[in-house]
């Protein structure tokens, strides 16, 4: 028989053994702990297993501080940490951290919400097919900022058709947008003007080439019967 204070059940360890040694173990006589419960059979059987039948709390697990944020597992199968009241699976009030693994919401429809103490102000981040979309939640209700898998970024729109399509006017707060690929061909200077061909324009709008043959720096193309080009004077009559 084990050296224990209190052996209640079979002389071994099994099923129905209540043993105190250090601290009260069911099932085993080894307790690693005030209370340590063992099972060694497979199947459905568990090692503890408490049945709610009423409305109140089926666990309250106080942290050192004792106060009301402890760990509490509802009637209704909802689980609270640092909080003793939640609507939802799982309620977490206070910091979180994962460390060394991966957060997975897996959901055709679900989303991950921000919102405000009071849920008035809310945002979520929701998978759309294969796409990802960031929807303000008040009204109207609408994706602020969608992503689709093939790469085109929509801005106010949710079916961006290039790169970068943007449903709205643009304010830009730096002085020159250069394109090009790789290095530089052509600018619109907030310091000065446009130039095309140039990234130092010498006007208002300035084209440039130094490709020489048949390719012009400048290029108007009429196919209707108007005037190819009117250009005003100051007098602007």
């Known amino acids: 028989s084990p050296s224990s204070l209190l052996s209640v059940g079979a002389a071994g360890?099994?099923?129905?053994?209540?043993?105190?040694?250090?601290?009260?173990?069911?099932?085993?006589?080894?307790?690693?702990?005030?209370?340590?419960?063992?099972?060694?059979?497979?199947g459905t059987?568990?090692?503890?297993?408490?049945?709610?039948?009423?409305s109140g709390y089926t666990a309250w697990l106080e942290d050192a501080a004792n106060d009301t944020t402890?760990?509490?597992?509802?009637?209704?199968?909802?689980?609270?940490?640092?909080?003793?009241?939640?609507?939802?699976?799982?309620?977490?009030?206070?910091?979180?951290?994962?460390?060394?693994?991966?957060?997975?919401?897996?959901?055709?429809?679900?989303?991950?919400?921000y919102s405000d103490?009071?849920?008035?102000?809310?945002w979520d981040?929701?998978?759309?097919?294969n796409d990802l979309g960031f929807e303000e939640q008040t009204s109207p209700v609408?994706?602020?900022?969608?992503?689709?898998?093939?790469?085109?970024i929509g801005i106010g729109t949710p079916s961006p058709r290039t790169i970068l399509d943007i449903g709205g006017d643009i304010i830009i707060s730096g002085?020159?947008?250069?394109?090009?690929?790789?290095?530089?061909?052509?600018?619109?200077?907030?310091?000065?003007?446009?130039?095309?061909?140039t990234t130092t324009p010498g006007a208002a709008f300035a084209v440039a080439t130094s490709t020489a043959g048949l390719n012009t720096a400048f290029l108007v193309s009429n196919a209707g019967s108007g005037y190819t080009m009117w250009a005003e004077d100051s007098a602007n009559d």
């Not at 103490?117 to 809310?122: E, F, N, R, T, Y």
């Not at 981040?125 to 097919?129: K, P, V």
């Not at 530089?184 to 095309?196: C, D, E, H, P, Q």
């Open 175 to 197: 002085n020159d947008i250069n394109l090009g690929t790789g290095t530089a061909t052509s600018t619109i200077s907030g310091g000065f003007g446009i130039g095309v061909g």
């Open 117 to 122: 103490a009071s849920d008035v102000s809310k």
């Open 142 to 152: 609408a994706y602020r900022l969608y992503l689709q898998a093939a790469g085109n």
């Open 13 to 42: 360890a099994g099923p129905g053994g209540l043993f105190y040694n250090g601290g009260l173990g069911i099932a085993t006589s080894s307790p690693g702990a005030a209370l340590a419960v063992a099972t060694t059979t497979t």
């Open 70 to 113: 402890p760990f509490v597992i509802q009637a209704d199968g909802n689980v609270g940490i640092g909080i003793v009241s939640t609507d939802s699976k799982l309620h977490v009030s206070g910091n979180e951290k994962i460390q060394n693994g991966n957060l997975t919401i897996q959901s055709s429809t679900g989303a991950l919400r």
């Open 45 to 54: 059987q568990t090692a503890l297993l408490v049945s709610n039948l009423g």
């Open 125 to 129: 981040i929701q998978l759309d097919g």
